[in-house]
């Protein structure tokens, strides 16, 4: 049976880090609660069912209040379920056998990998595009995909892939890397910090009369990590130019 005992110290890795390959649903209890003790084997029961689909964390919320506060627990029984670290479903208050086997199925079928979810795993080329075919979409294709582009030397290709998602920091990133390199003769990726910062300098004397050179020095500026010591000295340089 996958039921286990979870604690605030052992929270994040049994818990959060749990849920990223299988659904976790939290059934949050005290000794005291009538209705938790209704729940409590029903919820085991169940999971038994599943067997090593989904995974049962048994929390006390008197002796772990940690967790209790974040989930701003205010009536018990309560029962999370998560799945890559988010909620994705939940009820509180003692429910019959029935109602709680239908919750845990449909959790279930809801953090089930797709067939593009297996496919995006892969992580070859042609596994990726086939995903993009069931999904054209799938964030984890699209940007795996256009990694792998990027570094064999297809910008364009990695640009239009990445339109099909909403921008994050790390799509972000990547177009930033894909409009770089299309400048390049080789069309790879610059990976070194030291040519990005020869680049910067060449480029700032041109970012106030030259749109291009300013976006392609706002795009070398993104290639920079967030800790890199020159990275806000460079931005300062820009604004200096600019403004």
């Known amino acids: ?13 049994k818990v959060l880090n749990g849920s990223k390959s299988l659904p976790v649903m939290m059934d949050m209890w005290a000794p005291w609660c009538g209705p938790c003790k209704l729940l ?3 919820l085991e029961k ?25 989930f701003q627990v205010k009536s ?16 509180v208050g003692a429910k019959p056998e029935k109602e709680v ?15 593009a979810d297996l496919l995006a795993q892969k992580g070859d080329e042609d596994s990726l595009r086939e995903a993009l075919e069931l999904e054209p979409d799938h964030r984890g294709a699209v940007v795996a995909l256009a990694r792998l582009l990027l570094e064999n030397g297809d910008p364009e290709e ?18 930033a890397a894909a409009r770089v390199a299309r400048l390049q003769k080789n069309r790879t ?21 030259s749109e291009p050179a300013k976006n392609t020095y706002l795009d070398l500026l993104e290639l920079l990590e ?18």
């Open 101 to 115: 086997f239908d919750f845990v199925a449909n959790v279930i079928a809801k953090t089930k990998p797709s067939e």
């Open 40 to 42: 409590g084997p029903i």
């Open 1 to 13: 049976m996958a039921v286990i005992e979870v604690t605030d110290a052992d929270f994040e890795e």
């Open 158 to 175: 990695c640009l239009a892939l990445l339109v099909r998602i909403p921008e994050n920091e790390e799509t972000r990133h990547l177009a």
């Open 76 to 91: 018990i029984p309560a029962v999370y379920a998560l799945f890559d670290r988010k909620v994705v479903d939940a009820f």
């Open 226 to 243: 967030p800790n890199d010591p020159m990275k806000s000295d460079y931005r300062k340089q820009l604004a200096s130019r600019l403004f």
């Open 189 to 209: 990726p610059i990976t070194d910090n030291s040519a990005i910062y020869k680049q910067l300098e060449e480029l700032l004397d041109k970012v106030k009369t």
């Open 46 to 70: 169940t999971v038994d069912f599943f067997q090593d689909q989904i995974i049962l964390a048994k929390i006390n919320v008197d002796e772990n209040p940690n967790i209790s506060g974040v």
